[in-house]
Nanobody, 122 residues
Framework: EVQLVESGGGLVQAGGSLRLSCAAS????????IGWFRQAPGKEREGVSC???????????YYADSVKGRFTISSDKAKNTVYLQMNSLKPEDTAVYHC????????????WGKGTLVTVSS
């Protein structure tokens, strides 16, 4: 079965950095898009970043405007792991960050993990 397990969240000061990891299993990694969304209390979920499938799509990366230039998504196929490097963190980045996988073009979310909490203090 598909499993996605996030790690790396924690408390960091504004301007600091954090690296999130997502260990994936139960599916063929290259066949699906994989990425991150976040959800803060009282707010709707926000797509953060995604890597399109290198098989069904072109493997392009996508970023929300709110994080572009600060966050970087990457993957290690051999380890079935995706990462989110977060730099220049802001208090508004505070949220539970979830790893997800879906359609090859990053246009759907089929499975997601339980998330890891990121708290950015000012």
């Amino acid at each position: 079965e598909v499993q996605l397990v996030e790690s790396g969240g924690g408390l960091v000061q504004a301007g600091g950095s954090l690296r999130l990891s997502c260990a994936a299993s139960g599916f063929t990694f290259d066949d699906y898009a994989i990425g991150w969304f976040r959800q803060a209390p009282g707010k709707e979920r926000e797509g953060v970043s995604c890597i399109a499938s290198s098989v069904g799509s072109d493997g392009s990366t996508y970023y929300a405007d709110s994080v572009k230039g600060r966050f970087t998504i990457s993957s290690d196929k051999a380890k079935n792991t995706v990462y989110l490097q977060m730099n220049s963190l802001k208090p508004e980045d505070t949220a539970v960050y979830h790893c997800y996988t879906g359609s090859s073009w990053c246009d759907g979310m089929d499975y997601w993990g339980k998330g890891t909490l990121v708290t950015v203090s000012s």
